[in-house]
């Protein structure tokens, strides 16, 4: 049966037929929470991810077996899964106890099809139509990279889970971040889907391991600056210790524009919402607080600012609402 569905779009079976071409570059939890809302929107989307994560279960995982990081691949894939929960809950399931304390069963599964057919990117496409996944996630090189990042002392950080700790001890603010091998090639799923799409959206998400390593991969940076689609960034809502404390709205802007070697940025959206004092007092904790719109320094970049009330906590922490997010993306790009 048919039905509208948000912004006007038949829907069958609960799942957007067609809409526009979305492309969404980041990782880690900030990309998966924003894929979350953005397929009730439109089925063409395209999710390319970082792989530069070495930490946790993925670290491990990559050491061990010489494989991509699965983590942040697999939470974006069960973002945009059409599954039952339970399939949801055991890809997601870490074991407590053995030598396998920690790991996700979703990371072995991805770590299994790995094997069985005979590439990452084969892994990924499996698992998607396993799980019946709305539109396509793409890991943004094949290649096996590592992060560094340089601090204002000249500090060499080697590393993208080493990257917050060793920031936080030597309390210096990051100069810049850039991968090893440096000409690693992007996929060409990601540089064909970024040249089609209506809108490119950056973040949110952690600007110096999740964002930016996906602009150091050749070809990405390039094929973003000069695409016809709307450049959207959507900025993180607290400022994050480790990484970008202190940084106002312009500072994050300067940082991804600085590292891609182009203005990318056309749009900016941000939280306008109030956050709750005791989250707000939690952050204070760790020096955090809500990043700060240096309204003069955007004017002056031409970049175009809306705002609205995203503001959804969760366990405490303070995260973007998908729906309100998604709503107020797909209100500009019908604008535009």
Same mark, same amino acid.
Request: aromatic share 6%.
């Given at each position: 049966?048919?039905?509208?569905?948000?912004?006007g779009?038949?829907?069958?079976?609960? *799942?957007?037929?067609? &809409?526009?071409?979305?492309?969404?570059?980041?990782?880690g939890?900030?990309?998966?929470?924003?894929?979350?809302?953005?397929?009730?929107?439109?089925?063409?989307?395209?999710?390319?991810?970082?792989?530069?994560?070495?930490? &946790?279960?993925?670290?491990?995982?990559?050491?061990?077996?010489?494989?991509l990081?699965?983590?942040?691949?697999?939470?974006?894939i069960?973002?945009?899964?059409?599954?039952?929960?339970?399939?949801?809950?055991?890809?997601q399931?870490?074991?407590? %106890?053995?030598?396998?304390?920690?790991?996700?069963?979703?990371?072995?599964? +991805?770590?299994?099809?790995n094997?069985?057919?005979?590439?990452?990117?084969?892994?990924?496409?499996?698992?998607?139509?396993?799980?019946?996944?709305?539109g396509?996630?793409?890991?943004?090189t094949l290649?096996?990279?590592?992060?560094?990042?340089?601090?204002?002392?000249?500090? +060499?950080?080697?590393?993208?889970?080493?990257?917050?700790?060793?920031?936080i001890?030597?309390?210096?603010k990051?100069?810049?971040?850039y991968?090893?091998?440096?000409?690693? %090639?992007a996929?060409?799923?990601?540089?064909?889907?970024? /040249?089609?799409?209506?809108a490119?959206?950056?973040?949110?998400?952690?600007?110096y391991t999740?964002? +930016?390593?996906? =602009?150091?991969?050749?070809?990405?940076?390039?094929?973003?600056?000069?695409?016809?689609?709307?450049?959207?960034?959507?900025c993180?809502?607290?400022?994050?210790?480790?990484?970008?404390?202190?940084?106002?709205?312009?500072?994050?802007?300067?940082a991804?524009?600085?590292?891609? &070697?182009?203005?990318?940025?056309?749009?900016?959206?941000?939280?306008?919402?109030?956050?709750?004092?005791?989250?707000?007092?939690?952050?204070?904790d %760790?020096?955090? /607080?809500?990043?700060?719109?240096? *309204?003069?320094?955007?004017?002056? /970049?031409?970049?175009?600012?809306v705002?609205?009330?995203?503001?959804?906590?969760?366990?405490?922490?303070?995260?973007?609402d998908?729906?309100?997010l998604?709503?107020?993306? =797909?209100t500009?790009?019908?604008?535009?």
């Amino acid at each position: 049966m048919e039905r509208k569905g948000p912004g006007g779009l038949i829907k069958n079976n609960g *799942w957007a037929i067609g &809409g526009p071409k979305i492309v969404a570059i980041g990782g880690g939890t900030g990309l998966s929470t924003l894929l979350r809302g953005l397929k009730a929107y439109t089925s063409n989307i395209t999710a390319i991810v970082t792989v530069a994560d070495d930490g &946790g279960g993925s670290g491990i995982l990559r050491n061990d077996l010489g494989m991509l990081p699965p983590g942040d691949i697999r939470n974006c894939i069960l973002a945009l899964a059409n599954t039952e929960p339970i399939m949801e809950s055991l890809m997601q399931y870490r074991f407590k %106890e053995g030598s396998l304390r920690g790991q996700s069963f979703g990371n072995l599964f +991805i770590a299994a099809l790995n094997d069985i057919c005979g590439s990452f990117d084969n892994a990924i496409r499996e698992i998607s139509n396993v799980l019946a996944v709305t539109g396509r996630v793409v890991p943004v090189t094949l290649e096996d990279i590592t992060l560094f990042a340089e601090l204002d002392d000249g500090t +060499i950080i080697r590393g993208e889970s080493q990257i917050p700790i060793r920031q936080i001890s030597s309390n210096k603010k990051i100069k810049r971040v850039y991968l090893e091998p440096a000409e690693c %090639e992007a996929m060409p799923e990601a540089l064909k889907a970024i /040249k089609e799409a209506d809108a490119v959206i950056i973040g949110p998400g952690s600007l110096y391991t999740s964002i +930016i390593p996906n =602009f150091m991969v050749k070809g990405v940076a390039k094929a973003v600056h000069e695409a016809a689609a709307m450049k959207i960034y959507i900025c993180n809502m607290m400022t994050q210790q480790g990484e970008t404390l202190g940084y106002d709205l312009s500072d994050h802007i300067n940082a991804i524009n600085e590292h891609a &070697g182009h203005d990318i940025i056309e749009y900016a959206i941000v939280n306008s919402g109030r956050i709750p004092e005791d989250s707000a007092l939690r952050y204070m904790d %760790e020096y955090a /607080k809500a990043v700060e719109i240096d *309204w003069d320094n955007i004017a002056a /970049k031409g970049i175009k600012v809306v705002g609205d009330d995203f503001v959804r906590i969760d366990k405490g922490y303070v995260r973007h609402d998908y729906n309100a997010l998604s709503k107020c993306i =797909f209100t500009l790009i019908n604008q535009k």
